[in-house]
């Protein structure tokens, strides 16, 4: 069965993870395949990598600044202050040193506590 030539993970993530050099890293080889040009490599079939269980109670979806605008959302910092416009309540980070470790994301140990950067919810 041929393998489809795509990325696992977000393009946003495969893009930061090939600017950092980390596409010789076996795991964003394998998850960022087309991204870092690696579709002849030949790798065990995987699926996308597990969702995890919500940590704790959701908090209260609301915008914690005034003038959210749905248009910045893709900006970094406005999904944390405006998740209400941006449509990601239930969607957070449960550190707060998730942005500086995205190389981590593969790990679902990892990406259990920082769901929203590693953009799997």
Do not use: A
């Amino acid at each position: 069965t041929e393998q489809r030539c795509e990325d696992i993970l977000s393009q946003t993530v495969c893009t930061r993870f090939k600017g950092l050099g980390r596409c010789s890293y076996s795991y964003v080889r394998i998850y960022c395949r087309k991204t870092c040009d690696c579709c002849k490599d030949v790798v065990r079939p995987i699926t996308s990598p597990p969702r995890p269980t919500p940590i704790g109670p959701q908090t209260v979806c609301k915008d914690y600044i005034k003038n959210c605008d749905v248009n910045q959302c893709p900006k970094e910092g406005i999904y944390n202050n405006c998740p209400k416009t941006c449509g990601v309540c239930g969607c957070v980070d449960n550190r707060n040193d998730c942005n500086r470790y995205m190389d981590h994301c593969p790990d679902p140990n990892w990406n259990s506590q920082c769901k929203k950067t590693c953009q799997i919810c």
